[in-house]
C-alpha cells in the first residue's frame, strides 16, 4: 500500500519516517520528494506498506500525528492521473504530435 506523508518539517529523514511507520508493520520503501534543483525537502513524501491492513493502521494512527512540532498530513496514496487532474492523453497541454505546443495559427 502506497501512503502519502504530507506536511513533513525541515530536515526529517527517510529513516525517521521508516521509524514512524515501522511502529505499524513492515515498511517497504520510503521517499521524500525533493526540488530537482535545490536539493531540498518538498514537504511530502510516500511510504509504501506490503501489508494493506498495516497501512490503514500507519494511516489512522500518523494523520494529525506531530512530528517535530509540525501536524502530519497522512492518507493513502492516489494514482497520479487522479491527484493532478488529467492523465496523459486528453490533458490541457496540447496534442502529442504537435510536441506538446499549442500552434500559433
Do not use: C
Amino acid at each position: 500500500m502506497k501512503i502519502y506523508v504530507g506536511n513533513l518539517p525541515d530536515g526529517v529523514t527517510e529513516e525517521e519516517l521508516r521509524q514512524e511507520f515501522g511502529a505499524f508493520g513492515g515498511v517497504t520503501s520510503v521517499s521524500i520528494v525533493t526540488d530537482k534543483y535545490s536539493g531540498q525537502s518538498r514537504g511530502f513524501g510516500f511510504v509504501e506498506m506490503a501489508v494493506v491492513s498495516e497501512g490503514q493502521a500507519a494511516i489512522a494512527g500518523l494523520n494529525g500525528k506531530a512530528l517535530r512540532d509540525q501536524t502530519l498530513t497522512v492518507n493513502a496514496a492516489r494514482p497520479p492521473s487522479q491527484s493532478r487532474g488529467h492523465g496523459t492523453y486528453g490533458d490541457k497541454r496540447g496534442s502529442r504530435s504537435s510536441g506538446g505546443r499549442q500552434r500559433r495559427y
